[in-house]
T-cell receptor
Framework: GQQLNQSPQSMFIQEGEDVSMNCTSSSIFNTWLWYKQDPGEGPVLLIALYKAGELTSNGRLTAQFGITRKDSFLNISASIPSDVGIYFCAGQPGNQFYFGTGTSLTVIP | DTAVSQTPKYLVTQMGNDKSIKCEQN?????MYWYKQDSKKFLKIMFS???????INETVPNRFSPKSPDKAHLNLHINSLELGDSAVYFC????????????FGPGTRLTVL
């Protein structure tokens, strides 16, 4: 199955810093999703994007659906310790979902 | 109320055994999925069921057999467990069609000794 390329693979940042991560695919997607997974838990949906160019916020999180429809971006502003976790992008070219390789975020107080 | 639930949370068993993991969703979704997450945290889809019918079956050994008694349940049965089956297995559900978001269960950590 297809796998999305997500970068960076891991990030270590100071509390209060902003975070950016992105996801790219080789094919066009009509939906992009961003999930966060806490240790020992299942992924939880953060933001869903449905249109090319769409910019959507959820608190300190902002995600964008790339204009080419082959990429998406997630930004976290003013990070806090509870932002720690693994962030996954997911894309849907048709009815099937494909997941990115994950970005592990560590926030240093 | 839990939206997508899985049992058991942890499963430790010997090689060669047969085990089942159960999943239930109360969201009224008509599509359910099983994913495997390996030690590197890659999420790989195994199966997808829509209205109790299999619609996706990725390259998975036939020792793995999903069973959907109704739209709200998708169980995963694994025969002749192998060491490489050790992973976290996630159930998820969504509505059918484009632009639908998936909701995940808490996962089942399977350890094969």
């Amino acid at each position: 199955g297809q796998q999305l390329n997500q970068s960076p693979q891991s990030m270590f940042i100071q509390e209060g810093e902003d975070v950016s991560m992105n996801c790219t695919s080789s094919s066009i997607f009509n939906t992009w999703l961003w999930y966060k997974q806490d240790p020992g838990e299942g992924p939880v949906l953060l933001i869903a994007l449905y249109k090319a160019g769409e910019l959507t916020s959820n608190g300190r999180l902002t995600a964008q659906f790339g204009i080419t429809r082959k990429d998406s971006f997630l930004n976290i502003s003013a990070s806090i310790p509870s932002d720690v976790g693994i962030y996954f992008c997911a894309g849907q070219p048709g009815n099937q979902f494909y997941f990115g390789t994950g970005t592990s975020l560590t926030v240093i107080p | 109320d839990t939206a997508v639930s899985q049992t058991p949370k942890y499963l430790v068993t010997q090689m060669g055994n047969d085990k089942s993991i159960k999943c239930e969703q109360n969201l009224g979704h008509d599509t359910m999925y099983w994913y495997k997450q390996d030690s590197k945290k890659f999420l790989k889809i195994m199966f997808s069921y829509n209205n109790k019918e299999l619609i996706i079956n990725e390259t998975v050994p036939n020792r793995f057999s999903p069973k959907s008694p109704d739209k709200a349940h998708l169980n995963l049965h694994i025969n002749s467990l192998e060491l490489g089956d050790s992973a976290v297995y996630f159930c998820a559900s969504s509505r059918t069609g484009r632009g639908q978001s998936q909701f995940f269960g808490p996962g089942t950590r399977l350890t094969v000794l």
